[in-house]
């Protein structure tokens, strides 16, 4: 009787060893508000569903599993469930990441974990489930921008006669019908072809390219927040030139420089936005050698916008560097939340030397920062 008993132990240990836990299959998929995941931003949610499919014959009582998500700077973040599997050994298990910021993602192996049924021996097995995505920038949308205001007194004897986004009577496709839109307009072959009221989309005249200047030195920088509003308000600004056909290009000044010239090319905006969801606040030195190392790549008689906050004479350097090379110098002055200015003297400064400038210390003002006639309301 001892000799049986302790050969089915044994056989038990052995089926225990080469079955179960330790040859588990996990697939992975990830969805956002229950739909297939696309492009997350910065505060979204991820959901994630795990399909765990246990072989063998033992059953199990219950699987722990464990997730390990980490982001491109090293942080991470621990994910720890029991679930139940069915006598055929498959599980499902969901879980939701916290807000996440912005930044490249993926999931390290995932650990099971399990005991038998007599509580005996305890199996474990890593499965390698691939799952990376990135979190773009948050962004807000600009209706208007005054740098392209061909009336206003601050766009610069450059840019005045040149800037207005006057439509031309050049047919470049068919949009959905606004409300307001004349009759003129409405392209009714498309209409009737459709069912649904269309209006005709006519080319813009051009404007000068736009070269957007974004300082991340990290001694400028109060607050990570701080930095944060920057890159959003370089996300937005993109996102405005892209919906409005400008050619924008990209400089950003960190630990490495880099510059991508001005395109109106769907490609190369992504390539700035994934730029974007990587840069961290890590240069360090002053800002005009970098600039003045790369001058070749800025188009003359361009917009140059810094987006910075940094003020004083530093920045008045760089709006005479870009001045001498023939562009057209404003300011997005960044300021901190916590360390708000008590007054605006530094867009009143700008505003005397008949410099474009606007001030803004979230991402909601934005908008009406740059929107409206920033040199009245200083």
């Known amino acids: 009787m001892l000799f049986g008993m302790s050969s089915l132990l044994m056989i038990y240990l052995l089926f225990g060893g080469y079955s179960g836990v330790s040859r588990a299959t996990v697939s992975r998929r990830l969805s956002f508000n229950d739909e297939p995941f696309t492009l997350l931003h910065a505060g979204d949610q991820m959901q ?74 305890e199996h474990k097995g890593v499965v390698h489930a ?31 006669l040149s800037t207005s986004r006057r439509e031309t009577t ?9 409300y307001g839109d004349r009759l003129t307009r409405i392209h009714w072959n498309a ?50 030139g892209n919906r409005e056909r400008i050619g924008m290009g990209l400089c950003t000044l960190g630990k490495q ?6 395109a109106g090319t769907i490609l190369e905006r992504q390539k700035m936005l994934h730029h974007l969801v990587d840069i961290q606040a890590d240069g360090i030195g002053k800002l005009f050698p970098k600039l003045e190392s790369a001058a070749r790549l800025f188009p003359q008689g361009s917009y140059f916008v810094l987006i910075s906050p940094m003020k004083g004479q530093p920045v008045m350097e760089l709006i ?25 003297d530094w867009i009143s400064i700008l505003r005397t030397r008949g410099i474009l400038g606007s001030s803004f210390s979230t991402l909601q003002e934005l908008p009406s920062a740059i929107g409206g006639n920033s040199y009245d309301k200083a």
């Open 170 to 178: 050049q047919i470049n496709g068919v949009r959905d019908y606004v």
């Open 320 to 344: 005479r560097w870009a001045t001498s090379h023939g562009m057209n110098p404003s300011h997005l002055y960044v300021q901190s939340l916590n360390r708000k200015d008590l007054t605006n």
């Open 48 to 121: 994630v569903k795990l399909d765990l499919n246990i072989p063998g014959f033992l059953p199990f009582p219950y699987i722990i599993v464990r997730e390990v998500l980490q982001r491109h700077d090293g942080q991470s973040w621990s994910f720890e469930e029991s679930v139940i599997p069915s006598f055929r050994g498959t599980a499902q298990l969901m879980f939701q990441t916290p807000s996440l910021e912005r930044g490249r993602y993926h999931f390290t192996d995932t650990v099971c974990m399990s005991e038998d049924i007599f509580g005996i021996m």
């Open 191 to 240: 209409t009737a072809r459709t069912g649904t009221w269309k209006s005709k989309e006519f080319e813009h005249e051009s404007v000068p390219k736009t070269m957007l200047i974004l300082d991340a030195t990290a001694a400028h920088y109060a607050t990570n927040e701080q930095f944060e509003l920057a890159v959003s308000t370089v996300t937005s600004l993109l996102e405005y």
């Open 257 to 262: 420089l880099n510059v991508f010239v001005p």
């Open 130 to 160: 691939p799952g990376q995505f990135r979190v773009m920038p948050r962004s807000v949308f600009i209706p208007y921008w005054n740098l392209f205001d061909r009336n206003s007194r601050m766009a610069g004897p450059q840019t005045a």
